[in-house]
Structures are given as C-alpha cells and as structure tokens.
C-alpha cells in the first residue's frame, strides 16, 4: 500500500486501520459484527409469530419488537460519525460490538415483551455505528483504484445479509426456538470483539485528529441530537406503524409525523449554521455525494422492499412455509454472491455511471419480469425473478460505496459513511412502508372488482357453482362449501394483482431515477480528486 499521496489524488495511508496487517484480514474482521448486525434488521420478522405466542401478545403488540430496533438504530446512525470522531474509531466500534452482543443476550433471555423491547432497543442503539464505522474504515484503508473490491466485500454484507435474514429465521424457529434467533449472536458477537481488538489499529492521524478536537473541548450539539432523535426516530415509527394504524386516520401517526417534519425541518437549519454540527449536511454541497444519496435510498428501497414482499407472496398466496419463502430468496443470494467479484474489479476501472445506469436498468426489467408473474408459479420461477433482480445489485452498491467519497477529504469519511447508512436505511423503512399500504389499498381494489364480476346473473357463475356442488358434495365436509372456495380463489387472485401492482410501481420508481446517476461528474473513482468537494 502507498505511504503517502497514491494515485487516489491526496489519498494517504496515514489513516489506515491495517497497521502491520494485510488491509484484507481487517476487511473480513470488520464485516463479521456489521453482517451481524444487518442480519439482525430482517432475521426477526419470521419468528413474530412465534414470540407473541411465547410471550402470550397479540401479533400486533409483537412487533413493536421490530419498530422499538428500527428507531433506535435510525436515530444513531445518523450521529455515528461524530460519535465515531469524539470517542475514537476503534473504541466506538468495539464498544458498539460489545453492546450489540450484550443485548442481543438480553433480547434471547427476555421474560415479556417489555424487557424484549428495552432490549431491541439497546441492541439498535449499539448497531447503529457498526455499517458507518466499518464504510470509515475501508474508505480510509483502502485507495480509491482499489475501493471497488474493498466495498465488494461490504456490499456482500449489506445485501446478502438481509436475503439470508428470512431463511435463517424460519430455519430457527422451525427447529429450535425463537429465542435463538437473538442467542446465536452472542458467540459471533464475542470472537468479533477480540478480533477487533487484536487486529483493527487506531492509526495515528485519526488519533491526532481526535486529540485536536478535544484540544478545543467537547463540543456537544445537544440541539443537534435532540433534533435527529425526534426527527427520525418519529419517522420511523410513521413508516413503520403508518399501515397498521390506518396511517392519518390514527392520532399517533398524525402527531408522529408533525414531530417528525418540524424537527427535520429545524435540523437541516440548526446543523448548517452550527460551527461543529453533530450531523455534517454540509457535505451535501457535493453533487456527487447527493446524488450518491439518492441513488442509495432507491437502493435500500428496492432491496428490503422486495426481500420482503417476496417471501410475503409466496406465503400468502402459495401457501409457502415461512422456510420455504426465504429459501426462494437464497437463489438471488448466491447470484450476487458470484455477481460482486466482477462488480468490485470494474468499479475503479470502469466509469461509475456506466455501471449504476444499466444496472438500473436491470432492475426495472427484473421488477417488470416480477410485475407477470401469476399465481400458479412454481418454486423454480420465484427463484430466477430473484436472481435477475439479484445479480444487479452488486453493480448499484459497489459503486455507490465507492464513488461516494470521490471530492470529500479523508476527515470527512466518517460523516459520510453515516449519512450514506442513514440513506440505505429510510430507502429501505420507506420502502417496504409504500409497498405494505399500496399492498393493502391494491388488494381491496381488485377484490372489490373481481366479486362484481361474479354476477349469478351470468350462466357461466351459475354452471360453475353447479358442477362444484357436485363434487363437494359427497366429501362430507360442510365448511367446503362452492361459494367458500370460490371466495378464497377471490381473494388469492386479488391478493396475486396486488403484488403485481406493487412491482410495476417499484419499476417506474426506478426508471424515473435512473437517469440521475448520468449527471454525477466522477468518472474512474481511482482518478477522482480526494482533497476537497466540488
């Protein structure tokens, strides 16, 4: 690795976190708790059912195991940066993998729901620094012409992580219990920790530049963190709860999103015009950056979006055991598995835009293909419609993670790498909250218009419930019943259409934002200039 300014244009290995060792072992040790942690964001969704029974709540009380992690992680990730550069990099990060691991022990060996959630929310608090401190730290190890294949390794972390969520869970919680989808972290949670600290170096420009803010005193943004605690913290809980609570029709979801609004408002002006703001907005002045931003949340939103939508069809509408529905997703992880090497060796050599563009592309052709799917698909063919979305993924988040950086200064590094984690992760909450309320308006829409096709007036209605009657006839069981098995092929079709409609609204999602990737200036991120914004 260079000792000084590389190719990189004011790249220096100053801030390397490598020390004595190869940068690759510090890539594979760093990934182990955020893989962990990402993990963590969809594992749990599988075994709702399992914990309100265990811990005898409704469905709905359960899933405020979910909301209670998700506003506790998006309020952190955000603040992770200034956390990062005023406790230190590597001691922020391992106190993050210690707490982590802490909570997670905690959430396995809950009592009742509420200990469960005070858990969750300890355990989102501490992983809300793992992604941003490990994006940190490969941006400041790694020169920019070898960034590709540095943020090909994360983004096996960042996407793989949450296709192998569902399958795992469901494989837990059909053999073992729903406790163990917490446990099984404590044992990674614990060699990540001492892996960390043997090998991950604290380099002495980021000490250096630590000791120079302390220098000045701790200056803590209070306001700052407030705001970003009500802003996003009551965005989440909108998006998360919007649909359950029939979104503005509800008191909390209206008080929610007024909290939530005002105090976003405020913070965009509060951090422009604070001297040491504890979220850098100013970062956005870089059109690379924002585009980056957006192109991320669109990302985030596509990825955990249809990773959920997809098991949630084959359920619903295939009858698919929660196992068998993350096993379908399993195709597309191994598609990007074999798809990020080649992602990773062309950024860097290849113009950004014209991997973004096209993989864009792939998309919303791969969404197109979800949009005909039918209701009689068969395991085989929800696997390829994963795999062709899949395949393309590396080829957005490779790049992303690369060419964000291009135009910044290295002791801005840790502010992005938050600000990036804070666009994946609201693209993803927005993401599966649109799908979920267009999910559920799509689905009384074409119930409401395949029953009035289904006119007793219409010889064909009347034949069909006729030759049925027949056959049910001699089984014996009243609750089969012609009008019931036709109601339920209602709502199986309404249900099909719906999904439908969301995939063919995801699709122009894409291809609206798809020509912005051509208006960032980068090209090759190996030759982009490092020193300051443009």
């Not at 022990?105 to 401190?133: F, H, K």
């Not at 994006?135 to 190890?141: H, N």
């Not at 056959?471 to 209602?490: E, M, N």
Request: net charge neutral.
């Amino acid at each position: 690795m260079a000792s000084a300014a590389s190719a990189g244009g004011g790249w220096s290995d100053s801030r390397s976190a490598a020390g004595r060792y190869s940068p690759w072992l510090i890539v594979a040790i760093i990934s182990i708790p955020t893989f962990m942690e990402v993990l963590d964001t969809s594992i749990a969704n599988v075994a709702l059912d399992h914990i309100a029974g265990g811990l005898s709540v409704s469905a709905d009380q359960a899933t405020w195991v979910l909301t209670s992690y998700l506003v506790a992680n998006a309020i952190v990730i955000p603040i992770s940066g200034w956390l990062s550069d005023a406790i230190g990099r590597k001691r922020y990060f391992l106190i993050s993998i210690a707490l982590f691991t802490l909570a997670s022990l905690m959430c396995g060996l809950s009592p009742n729901l509420t200990t469960l959630v005070l858990a969750r929310v300890l355990q989102g608090i501490a992983g809300g620094g793992l992604a941003p401190v490990e994006q940190s730290i490969l941006a400041d190890t790694f020169p920019p012409e070898k960034r590709g294949m540095a943020f090909a390794a994360f983004a096996i972390v960042v996407v793989v992580g949450p296709v192998l969520g569902p399958t795992l869970g469901g494989y837990i919680v059909e053999y073992a219990s729903w406790h163990w989808v917490f446990l099984i972290n404590v044992p990674i949670g614990i060699a990540a920790f001492f892996l960390a600290d043997i090998f991950v170096d604290e380099p002495k420009a980021v000490q250096d530049d630590r000791a120079k803010k302390m220098k000045k005193g701790l200056r803590i943004d209070y306001i700052g963190v407030l705001l970003v605690a009500l802003g996003l913290g009551f965005l989440e809980i909108t998006f998360d709860r919007g649909q359950r609570e029939d979104w503005f029709a509800s008191p909390l979801i209206i008080a929610s999103a007024i909290i939530s609004a005002t105090s976003l408002i405020a913070l965009v002006f509060w951090e422009l015009n604070h001297d040491d703001p504890v979220v850098d907005l100013r970062l956005m002045k870089s059109r690379n950056f924002s585009l980056t931003l957006g192109v991320m949340a669109i990302t985030g939103m596509i990825l955990f979006g249809t990773t959920q939508l997809i098991p949630q069809m084959l359920q619903q509408v295939l009858g698919y055991s929660s196992l068998d529905a993350g096993l379908a997703l399993t195709f597309g992880g191994v598609a990007t598995l074999l798809a990020v090497p080649f992602a990773g060796r062309l950024t860097g050599k290849v113009d950004v835009r014209m991997l973004l563009f096209p993989a864009l592309l792939v998309q919303a052709a791969a969404l197109w293909n979800m949009a005909n799917l039918n209701a009689d698909i068969t395991f085989l063919d929800a696997g390829v419609a994963r795999v062709y979305q899949a395949i393309a993924l590396p080829f957005l988040f490779v790049p992303i993670n690369a060419i964000a950086y291009v135009g910044l200064r290295q002791d801005q590094t840790a502010q992005a790498s938050s600000l990036l984690n804070v666009a994946r992760n609201l693209g993803g909450t927005l993401g599966i909250s649109v799908a979920q309320t267009l999910l559920a308006s799509g689905l009384q829409r074409h119930q409401s218009e395949l029953v009035q096709k289904l006119n007793p007036l219409d010889p064909n209605y009347n034949d069909w419930l006729a030759k049925a009657g027949g056959q049910f006839a001699g089984q014996g069981d009243p609750s089969i019943t012609p009008l019931a098995v036709l109601y339920s092929q209602v709502q199986r079709q309404a249900s099909m259409l719906a999904f439908l409609d969301v995939f063919r609204t995801l699709m122009i999602v894409v291809l609206i934002v798809a020509p912005l990737v051509l208006f960032m200036r980068s090209g090759k991120t190996g030759g982009g200039s490092q020193g300051g914004m443009h």
